[in-house]
């Protein structure tokens, strides 16, 4: 079975914080993706990663930015945490075009 | 930008009701991917749908890929409290590697 590790369930920080949400797949997946997930909203791509070093904007990159130096491994990073990124955050791996499997979400509170 | 409409958005039953979930684009999708999500994890993949037309069937569960591979629905028999849950539709848009999701419908069986 494919596993999305995300590093944090439940993460609180305060505005102006440089926030990092980890995210390692143990399935040589080549496609990473960041979405955060609104009610009423549902899934908005945020990033994401076909290759290693490799990555596109998503619908909603701003206030974002990813980091993928290993193929397993893709962080999200908020430079200066605002409150609007308060918000479930999910990471999901997929092998070519295919099935995506996720993480738990993190829920990020910015105060 | 693609959209991925999904409804209805809440939808709150009795156990034994039917129950149809629908998800309607003015884009053509290659595929058609439909997730459960349940509280406190990630979304988890239910059925792909990849021919116009094409009709899957899971246990009560009933999938259906239109003709021209721009709507789907997802038809519940005699629904169960576990069916509750949040359902995601998601497309895998023609020219692009990434799904589009539509809002989700919040699903709650009552016993």
């Known amino acids: 079975d494919v596993k999305v590790t995300q590093s944090s369930r439940y993460l609180v920080k305060r505005t102006g914080e440089k926030v990092f949400l980890e995210c390692v797949q143990d399935?040589?997946?080549?496609?990473m993706f960041w979405y955060r997930q609104d009610p009423g909203l549902g899934l908005r791509l945020i990033y994401f990663s076909y290759d290693v070093k490799m990555k596109e904007k998503g619908d909603i990159p701003e206030g974002y930015s990813v980091s993928r130096e290993k193929k397993e491994r893709f962080s999200l990073i908020l430079e200066s945490a605002s409150t609007n990124q308060t918000s479930m955050y999910l990471c999901?791996?997929?092998f070519g075009g295919g099935t995506q499997h996720f993480g738990d979400g993190t829920r990020l509170s910015i105060l | 930008t693609q959209l991925l409409e999904q409804s209805p958005q809440f939808l709150s039953i009795q156990e034994g009701e039917n129950l149809t979930v629908y998800c309607n684009s003015s884009s053509v999708f290659s595929s058609l991917q439909w997730y459960r999500q349940e509280p406190g994890e990630g979304p988890v993949l239910l059925v792909t749908v990849v021919t116009g037309g094409e009709v899957k069937k899971l246990k009560r569960l009933t999938f259906q890929f239109g003709d021209a591979r721009k709507d789907s629905s997802l038809h519940i028999t005699a629904a169960q409290p576990g069916d509750t849950g949040l359902y995601l539709c998601?497309?895998?848009?023609?020219?692009?590697?990434?799904?589009?999701f539509g809002q989700g419908t919040e699903l709650s069986v009552k016993p």
């Open positions: 999901a791996s997929s």
């Open positions: 399935m040589d997946h080549e496609n």
């Open positions: 998601a497309g895998d848009w023609i020219q692009g590697g990434k799904l589009i």
